[in-house]
């Protein structure tokens, strides 16, 4: 049985930074796609970065979120800097088409 789990979130002031973590059970995830997405409320579900052989990040994030993989850990990082209101939403990971329940971010002062 395959199990995703987003850990991390929390609140945090625009221009703060957070480190969310997707850890995965029952499967591997060397050599395979997780993909993170989030959603703000009221909105539809964005893809936010992918984590292949590389990475690709949405031009809303890039240059200010990073991702790295622990596949000993079989475990996903997504470090958040430079955050903006924008940035608000549930963040959830995806691998193999399994989703987690998601940890959720909110930007605020």
């Known amino acids: 049985q395959v199990q995703v789990v987003e850990s991390g979130g929390g609140l945090v002031q625009p221009g703060g930074s957070l480190r969310l973590s997707c850890v995965v059970s029952?499967?591997?995830?060397?050599?395979?796609?997780i993909v993170w997405y989030r959603q703000a409320p009221g909105k539809e579900r964005e893809w936010v970065v992918g984590?292949?052989?590389?990475?690709d990040f949405a031009d809303s994030v890039k240059g200010r979120f990073r991702i790295s993989r622990d596949n000993d850990k079989n475990a996903v990082y997504l470090q958040l800097h430079n955050l903006k209101p924008a940035d608000t939403a549930t963040y959830y990971c995806?691998?193999?088409?399994?989703w987690g329940q998601g940890t959720q971010v909110t930007v605020s002062s």
């Open positions: 029952g499967r591997t995830i060397r050599g395979k796609a």
């Open positions: 995806n691998f193999d088409h399994y």
């Open positions: 984590s292949w052989m590389g990475s």
